[in-house]
């Protein structure tokens, strides 16, 4: 079976300060990938997808990149984080433009 | 892109049907209609697809009218765990823009 791990589950980062959030995917290959931001209350924004390794696709002009080193990990980074980073961050795998999306448990960062 | 409307919130008691419905006037040709489900601090759970009529899976059902310009989810009788926020997403692929979540429905189930 398919499984998608997301670290760290919280994490709470000074203005100014770098990110690091990971997400992989076991059982499954050459997944798409995509990285959203939801922030209290509100519905899910689509940060970035991937379509394979070394291809990545910005929705949203931000501080943020995204890189995806291996065919099931998924890196969502910045070099500054701003307040407006603030907010719950999930990763999700399909197969296929068409199908359905499997999210992972997230990561709700906090920047102070 | 085909933007969606859908109730804020929904008040439902146990043992209830519940309905929600999705207005999506500029459904595209090739867009399908997707629903999730969410609870708090977790990510979104799929719980049905379709294209047109009627699809209907352990879940749930999704009704969709000729014109395809609205959707309604139908949960049979809910039960507290159904407390969550419900999604509908219009779009031909999951790529970008074509593929967006708004601010759901989150509905509430009552003893």
């Known amino acids: 079976s398919q499984t998608i791990h997301q670290w760290p589950a919280t994490l709470v980062q000074p203005v100014g300060s770098p990110l690091s959030l990971e997400c992989t995917v076991e059982?499954?290959?050459?997944?798409?990938l995509y990285w959203y931001r939801q922030a209290a209350g509100r519905g899910l924004q689509l940060l970035f997808y991937?379509?394979?390794?070394?291809?990545i696709s910005s929705e949203v002009p931000q501080n943020l990149s995204a890189s995806r080193p291996q065919d099931r990990q998924f890196i969502l980074s910045s070099k500054k984080l701003l307040l407006s980073d603030s907010g719950f961050y999930l990763c999700?795998?399909?197969?296929?433009?068409?199908?359905?999306?499997?999210f992972g448990p997230g990561t709700r960062l906090t920047v102070t | 892109l085909a933007k969606t409307t859908q109730p804020i919130s929904m008040d439902s008691y146990e043992g209830q049907e519940v309905n929600i419905t999705c207005s999506h006037n500029?459904?595209?040709?090739?867009?399908?209609i997707t629903w999730y489900q969410q609870f708090p601090s977790q990510g979104p759970r799929f719980i049905i697809q379709?294209?047109?009529t009627k699809v209907t899976n352990e879940v749930a059902s999704l009704f969709i009218p000729a014109d395809r310009k609205s959707s309604t989810l139908s949960l049979p009788r809910v039960s507290l765990s159904d407390t969550a926020v419900y999604y509908c997403?219009?779009?031909?692929?999951?790529?970008?823009?074509?593929?967006?979540f708004g601010p759901g429905t989150r509905l509430s189930v009552l003893p």
């Open positions: 999700a795998w399909a197969l296929g433009p068409s199908g359905e999306q499997y």
């Open positions: 059982g499954t290959s050459n997944p798409n």
């Open positions: 991937s379509v394979g390794i070394g291809q």
């Open positions: 500029n459904i595209a040709t090739n867009d399908y």
């Open positions: 379709g294209y047109k």
């Open positions: 997403l219009v779009g031909r692929d999951n790529y970008g823009q074509n593929f967006v």
